[in-house]
């Protein structure tokens, strides 16, 4: 990947741990809510893994996932 | 697939490439084993585009776009939850030789890598939520480097490969 396309997956982990971070949206029922949060939850785990990662922080995503 | 044929040096590619007594072969055999089948599409060809509304319903990809695509999908999609509406997940079993190589989720930007997970095959869980949507590898290796749920509307294409 490059450096720009890794910022990029860096930006969306950063805004996924935010999100799940700031709980439920009013708007979002929770039903909704409870699988939006396990699927990026799942995502999380796996792109914390990839290899492409420089010295980007990671730690809010590691403490978020455990 | 299954091997393939060089001639002079180049592999045989695309659909009904090669030919006996002039008619256009779907396979070759050699000594009774395949060595070569052709390519129902030419490699590098974009089979369809599937976008999706928050607030919608994804049933059609179940429905039309496996009847007008059977060769992408392994086996018809089918829910792990829902029927379609929100909040439905709607499981893809790609077929080998194709693969998804572009998603965009509106609020989380476009796969990066420009190929996915992988480039052949895979499962994947198409997600329909009230205000969300997304796409997320469940099997086969690696995952897309955007996240699986975001707000309003994703799109992804599906491609074949050929591998």
């Known amino acids: 990947m490059t450096s720009e396309q890794i910022a990029s997956c860096y930006e969306g982990l950063c805004k996924v741990v935010d999100n799940i ?3 439920k949206p009013d708007i979002m029922t929770q039903s909704s809510w409870d699988m939006h949060k396990s699927i990026n939850m799942e995502w999380l785990r796996g792109i914390v893994k990839a290899d492409f990662w420089t010295d980007e922080d990671l730690t809010d995503a590691n403490t978020l996932i455990g | ?3 393939a044929i060089y001639f002079n040096g180049s592999e045989l590619t695309g659909q009904h490439d090669v030919k006996l007594n002039g008619t256009n072969m779907d396979n070759v055999y050699l000594n009774g084993s395949k060595i070569w089948t052709r390519h129902p599409y030419t490699p590098g060809t974009e089979i369809f585009t599937y976008s999706w509304s928050a607030g919608g ?6 429905t039309t776009y496996y009847s007008n695509y059977p060769l992408a999908f392994a086996s018809q999609p089918s829910y792990s939850s829902g029927s379609g509406s929100p909040d439905s997940t709607l499981v893809i079993t790609l077929a080998d030789g194709f693969y998804v190589s572009y998603y ?5 930007g476009t796969d990066s890598d420009g190929v996915g997970a992988s480039n052949t095959g895979g499962t994947y869980n198409v997600w329909q939520g009230n205000t969300v949507t997304g796409l997320a590898r469940a099997s086969g290796g690696g995952s897309l480097s955007v996240a699986g749920s975001g707000n309003n509307g994703s799109t992804f294409k599906v491609t074949y490969s050929g591998q």
């Open chain 1, 21 to 23: 971070n700031a709980g």
């Open chain 2, 1 to 3: 697939m299954a091997g």
């Open chain 2, 104 to 108: 965009n989720q509106a609020e989380h």
């Open chain 2, 57 to 62: 319903n994804i049933n059609n990809l179940r």
